[in-house]
């Protein structure tokens, strides 16, 4: 178990990533949604992808007892996504790694963005899992690598992100950094294999 934090270029990728909309709005599947993502109710849903009238907002926020309505402003964006990332960050933090590793941050970030997309249950999926269990995609590996050695990485991290295929630029960018700074590389775009 680890105790890292969502870097700040972390956040500025899963803001750019997600995208700010401060009017109520329903997300692919209908539910209203504002700011980067945050999901306001499940309990009701909407025409996908389309932004709530201003009578559909304040109805929602009345019977939700919301102490706010559409249109949000920065500062409550900033705070949703704060408080909708911390959860996100608690399950990348509770991942058993292999003895003596850990994440790069920007693996930690990587995983934190797919994480907070997709939900703590792909953390689980067998691509992830085995991703994880493979010391040598650790920074933290000591010793050399053959060239086998870091295909079979690039190849479990193209695997570990094949995760929503109507999201494959963002799981290709979510790849990418999470192969930042190490010898193996994000060559295998997400799916290809």
């Known amino acids: 178990m680890g105790n890292q934090s969502l870097s700040a270029s972390g956040v500025t990728f899963l803001k750019g ?41 304040d109805a929602l926020s009345k019977s939700l007892g919301l102490s706010y309505t559409s249109p949000i402003t920065q500062s409550q964006a900033d705070t949703f996504l704060t408080k909708d990332t911390a959860s996100a960050v608690a399950a990348v933090n509770n991942l058993v790694l292999p003895s003596g590793h850990k994440f790069s941050q920007s693996q930690f970030d990587a995983l ?19 991703m994880l269990a493979n010391a040598h995609i650790y ?31 963002r799981r290709n960018d979510e790849a990418t950094l999470f192969c930042t700074g190490m010898k193996y590389t994000h060559k295998y775009p997400v799916y290809t294999l």
Do not use: W
């Open 112 to 130: 934190v963005s797919l994480t907070f997309n997709a939900g703590s249950g792909v953390l689980a999926t067998n691509d992830v899992k085995t």
């Open 17 to 57: 990533h997600e995208g700010l909309n401060l009017k109520f709005y329903a997300d692919p599947k209908g539910f209203p949604t504002v700011g980067y993502g945050h999901l306001i109710t499940k309990s009701k849903v909407y025409t996908p992808n389309t932004n709530l009238t201003q009578a559909e907002a």
């Open 139 to 169: 920074p933290t590996f000591i010793g050399p690598l053959t060239q086998d050695m870091l295909d079979t990485c690039s190849k479990m991290v193209s695997k570990a992100f094949s995760y929503d295929r109507s999201l494959q630029p």
